[in-house]
């Protein structure tokens, strides 16, 4: 896949919920074009175009990012705290997709700038669910100013 073709950036390390994740977007039809990272240093190579995804263009951006807090390397926050910092990525919709439910958290995603956050369900049906409203939501109702660019 073409990474300058990226409809939807997922950042999850838990191989199970990446499978239900790809699984709901296939079913529904929802994006194509999703891009799996599993860590949160890769994340932010992918989005800055460093390392092994210096080649990308900085301006061929996710239309969302579904951003798990409980990675390896560089967690979730720090990654939303850096997207949110840097003018090139400020404006991406980021959605947490965690299981956690901490106040703290919650608190703190927000106060970085997120603009949803998802506590996942444990329910095949209701995760797969999940996926696919937010998946319609992001990729065909919402219109960021990024898209209008």
């Known amino acids: 896949m073409s990474e300058s073709l990226v409809e939807i950036l997922l950042v999850e390390d838990n191989p199970s919920d990446v499978a239900l994740a790809l699984h709901a977007f296939q079913r529904y039809q929802i994006a194509n074009r999703v891009q799996v990272i599993r860590d949160g240093a890769e994340a932010l190579e992918f989005l800055f175009c460093t390392g092994a995804y210096a080649h990308r263009d900085v301006e061929s951006r996710p239309k969302v990012i579904l951003l798990d807090l409980k990675l390896?390397?560089?967690?979730?926050?720090?990654?939303?705290?850096?997207?949110?910092?840097?003018?090139?990525t400020r404006l991406l919709p980021v959605v947490i997709l965690t299981s956690s439910r901490e106040?703290?958290?919650?608190?703190?995603s927000y106060e970085l700038g997120v603009n949803s956050y998802i506590v996942k369900p444990?329910?095949?049906?209701?995760?797969?669910?999940?996926?696919?409203?937010?998946?319609?939501y992001w990729l065909m109702f919402n219109q960021s100013p990024l898209s209008a660019a």
């Open 103 to 108: 106040e703290c958290d919650i608190i703190e």
């Open 72 to 88: 390896p390397l560089v967690d979730g926050l720090e990654v939303l705290r850096q997207i949110k910092a840097d003018p090139r």
């Open 122 to 136: 444990v329910d095949f049906e209701q995760f797969t669910e999940a996926m696919r409203t937010l998946g319609m």
